[in-house]
């Protein structure tokens, strides 16, 4: 079975500052994926990144990153520069590498941006 | 140019009822999923179909009928609608080269 921890309910940055949202995994699987997900308040799922169990590189998306630490079982998504909209619900969530599989999600963080 | 749409956005409906969220998708993918949002923001896989094969059923209620008539629409027909049915239903598409593109969400409300 495959697990997402995100511990942090709540995260508050200031304006152009960056933040990191913690996220920790737990499978048995050899090949896996790692997604974030944002959330604002108007409800839809946006992608934001994605992260393979065997790329080499940690994954990057314009202001976001992935710090992927596979021994640690942790995939910490890190925003740089935050901005007011940046404030939203944000999901990490992991998948089998085979096709068509499930995701999986943690209990998400809100993360708020102030002025 | 709409990805993945859904059908309400809204819905607000008597228990007992029997109602239906429609689900279709215009990225060519060929594997389409249906999510449930609870009150608590968590996210759940209820089903997935590929190419119109059912080949995920998570322990949904049989109450929860998933309907694939071609692999571009990803219906969901709920019968006697329950009060714990209440949620966000959100449908989601992928294929092998790209990740899961997920609809607006229907917010379904059971009186």
């Known amino acids: 079975a495959q697990k997402i921890t995100q511990t942090q309910p709540g995260m508050f940055v200031q304006e152009k500052e960056a933040v990191t949202l913690d996220c920790t995994y737990d499978?048995?699987?050899?090949?896996?994926?790692l997604f974030w997900y944002k959330q604002p308040s108007s409800g839809e799922m946006i992608f934001l990144i994605y992260?393979?169990?065997?790329?080499?590189q940690n994954a990057t998306e314009g202001r976001y990153s992935l710090n992927f630490q596979k021994a640690r079982k942790s995939a910490n998504l890190v925003i740089s520069a935050s901005q007011l909209g940046d404030s939203a619900m944000y999901f990490c969530?992991?998948?089998?590498?085979?096709?068509?599989?499930?995701?999986?999600f943690g209990a998400g963080t809100i993360l708020r941006v102030k002025s | 140019d709409t990805a993945v749409s859904q059908t309400p956005k809204y819905l607000v409906t008597q228990m007992g009822n029997d109602k239906s969220i429609k689900c279709e998708q215009n990225l060519g993918h060929d594997t389409m999923y249906w999510y449930k949002q609870d009150s608590k923001k968590f996210l759940k896989i209820m089903f997935s179909?590929?190419?119109?094969?059912?080949?995920i059923n998570e322990t949904v209620p049989n109450r929860f009928s998933p309907k694939s008539p071609d692999k571009a629409h990803l219906n969901l027909h709920i019968n006697s609608l329950e009060l714990g049915d209440s949620a966000v239903y959100f449908c989601a598409s992928s294929s092998r080269t790209s990740f899961k593109f997920f609809g607006p969400g229907t917010r379904l409300t059971v009186l």
């Open positions: 499978t048995s699987d050899p090949s896996y994926g």
């Open positions: 969530a992991i998948s089998r590498r085979e096709y068509g599989n499930k995701l999986v």
């Open positions: 179909y590929n190419n119109k094969e059912l080949i």
């Open positions: 992260q393979g169990s065997y790329d080499q």
